[in-house]
């Protein structure tokens, strides 16, 4: 079975603390993505990576870094988190290919609270 | 730049009415589109994709590049399709866009 493993359901952080959220799939997939999920304004990308080492920004990267030392780990970093940073965090990850087998496939979610 | 457009946020009908979720893109290369879905409390998971040309839990979408559009079709609704539903573009840097979301109500 296909497992994306987002390592906390729950967060709750101070203003100012540096945040890490880890996520970990099995599928031997080289795509991996981090996504900020807010009502109205749907998934937003943050960051993505292709391979090992190698990262992408995506739409909305301020106030955020990623780490991706190893294939199947791809953390996401919140420097000094701020309240604009509560959200939903959804981890994901698919092959590199074609259209006809890049599914995503998503982690259940983090959801983070910064107070 | 890469965009996808759901026009709407929320989309109520009646089980058994047909239902269309809007889906537009711009990307100036060969896109990938894609429809997924998330049921409450549920992780969000593919319902279907363009590349295939198959239909899903009754569910269908044509790739319209005169249109860009990729709108999602189902003749009869039902109860359980209920959720919130997101369109997704595929680009050739490896970049997974999606729109905003259409949370769908299907009322008895």
């Known amino acids: 079975d296909v497992k994306v493993t987002q390592s906390s359901r729950y967060l709750v952080k101070r203003t100012g603390e540096k945040v890490f959220l880890e996520c970990v799939q099995d599928m031997d997939h080289e795509n991996m993505f981090w996504y900020r999920q807010d009502p109205g304004l749907g998934l937003r990308l943050i960051y993505f990576s292709y391979d090992v080492k190698m990262k992408e920004k995506g739409d909305i990267p301020e106030g955020y870094s990623v780490s991706r030392e190893k294939k199947e780990r791809f953390s996401l970093i919140l420097e000094s988190a701020s309240t604009n940073q509560t959200s939903m965090y959804l981890c994901?990850?698919?092959?590199?290919?074609?259209?006809?087998?890049?599914?995503?496939?998503f982690g259940q979610g983090t959801r983070l609270t910064v107070v | 730049a890469q965009r996808v457009t759901q026009p709407e946020k929320l989309l109520s009908v009646f089980k058994g009415a047909p239902v269309e979720l809007k889906c537009n893109y711009s990307y100036s290369g060969s896109p990938e589109l894609f429809w997924y879905v998330q049921y409450s409390r549920q992780r969000l998971q593919l319902l279907l994709r363009h590349i295939s040309r198959e239909s899903i839990k009754g569910f269908t979408a044509d790739l319209n590049k005169g249109e860009t559009s990729f709108h999602l079709k189902k003749p009869f609704a039902q109860e359980e399709d209920s959720a919130m539903y997101y369109c997704?573009?595929?680009?050739?840097?490896?970049?997974?866009?999606f729109g905003k979301g259409t949370l769908l109500t299907v009322n008895p």
């Open positions: 997704a573009l595929g680009g050739s840097n490896y970049k997974l866009t």
């Open positions: 994901a990850s698919s092959l590199l290919g074609t259209a006809s087998n890049t599914e995503a496939f």
